[in-house]
Nanobody, 125 residues
Framework: VQLVESGGGLVQPGGSLRLSCATS????????IGWFRQAPGKEREGISC????????YYVDSVKGRFTISRDYAKKSVYLEMNSLKPEDTAVYYCAAVPGKPGTRWYEDIIYDYWGQGTQVTVSS
């Protein structure tokens, strides 16, 4: 199983980025995919997830209305569209996978089985 994030970079406040999580070794529609981030000196936090079969999508309050998660089965990828970026969004962003539905624990990193290596997002003028 492999998860590979891409799309990070340096962006000015108010700008946008689209992160990608390319998967291999899993049947994507059986898995919930989560996006997490870890800022320097802070714990890793769950910010969004899309459940298997796409019937549930979650966002943490701090990104609601700005970030959008989506999945492309043909490309075996999950995306995180990030708009109106703020300096406090600066972090290493990770995608993670777990089979089935995460339920109310979707934001807990401990429930995820597979992780990518992360991609750096820096929001600065």
């Amino acid at each position: 199983v492999q998860l590979v994030e891409s799309g990070g970079g340096l962006v000015q406040p108010g700008g946008s980025l689209r992160l990608s999580c390319a998967t291999s070794g899993i049947t994507l529609n059986y898995y919930t995919i989560g996006w997490f981030r870890q800022a320097p000196g802070k714990e890793r936090e769950g910010i969004s997830c899309i459940s298997n079969s796409d019937d549930a999508i979650y966002y943490v309050d701090s990104v609601k209305g700005r970030f959008t998660i989506s999945r492309d089965y043909a490309k075996k990828s999950v995306y995180l569209e990030m708009n109106s970026l703020k300096p406090e969004d600066t972090a290493v962003y990770y995608c993670a996978a777990v089979p089935g539905k995460p339920g109310t624990r979707w934001y807990e990193d401990i429930i995820y089985d597979y992780w990518g290596q992360g991609t750096q997002v820096t929001v600065s003028s």
